[in-house]
């Protein structure tokens, strides 16, 4: 009879190895398991999943073929089991029809304006946005901070540069909107970068600009030697 998968050490159950090293570094067989969840009286979810991809010559093109008629012909594999695989296959199937869209590339304080604009350029309140870059200045991520008044708003710096490690980021861009369409900078504005930009520098970040965006223009730090 197989060992349980509950008994088998933290390290090599499929559910905690996928936690602790990430779903790449679980075999085929194992990523099987994990969507089985269990397996009969004589097999683990683990030796259940190798079965059923050796059917298939361990092919996944050959797996994604099964139907939930085919499924449900393993011992230990009931209708519910069979739909969630099946469901699973599917979105693996959409995910890689997907057209991966390109990374937009930030190459002057206009690109900033243009990608942002539709974002903050009419809201009747402040927002504070950062653009997450890596090497080539292309855009990782961008994420909305905050929101505030008329007036302004508030930002977490410890946020920053968190999700700046998390993202792998080489470089930020500060964003946020003027809802009085003025684009002369204030002194929390002035203030905010160059916290900002101590604070990133200990962590080998560069705070490449931050822009003001109003309806119609916009203003850099950068373009105005003003870092």
Do not use: C
Not at 23 to 31: G, I, K, N, V, Y
Not at 67 to 90: R, T
């Amino acid at each position: 009879m197989s060992i349980p998968i509950k008994k088998w050490s933290p390290g090599d159950r499929p559910r905690e190895k996928l936690i602790q090293s990430g779903s790449r570094s679980l075999t085929e067989s194992e990523l099987l398991a994990i969507l089985i969840g269990s397996g009969n009286r004589s097999e683990s979810a683990l030796d259940l999943s190798k079965r059923i991809l050796a059917s298939v010559n361990n092919n996944l093109n050959g797996l994604g073929k099964l139907s939930v008629q085919d499924l449900i012909v393993f011992k230990g594999i009931g209708q519910a089991k069979a739909v969630g695989i099946a469901a699973a296959l599917e979105l693996g199937r959409r995910r890689g029809a997907v057209v991966v869209q390109e990374k937009p590339s930030i190459t002057s304080s206009k690109a900033v304006f243009d990608l942002m604009q539709p974002l903050l350029g009419e809201l009747p309140h402040e927002e504070f946005w950062i653009l997450y870059l890596n090497n080539s200045n292309r855009v990782l991520n961008k994420k909305q901070l905050s929101i505030g008044g008329i007036t302004g708003t508030l930002v977490d710096v410890r946020l920053v540069l968190k999700t700046a490690l998390n993202l792998h980021a080489t470089a930020m861009i500060l964003v946020h909107n003027h809802p009085s369409g003025a684009l002369i900078p204030s002194k929390a504005d002035k203030a905010l970068t160059s916290k900002l930009k101590s604070a990133s520098q200990s962590l080998d970040l560069k705070v490449l600009d931050h822009v003001i965006i109003t309806e119609k223009a916009y203003f850099s730090f950068a373009d105005e030697a003003i870092l």
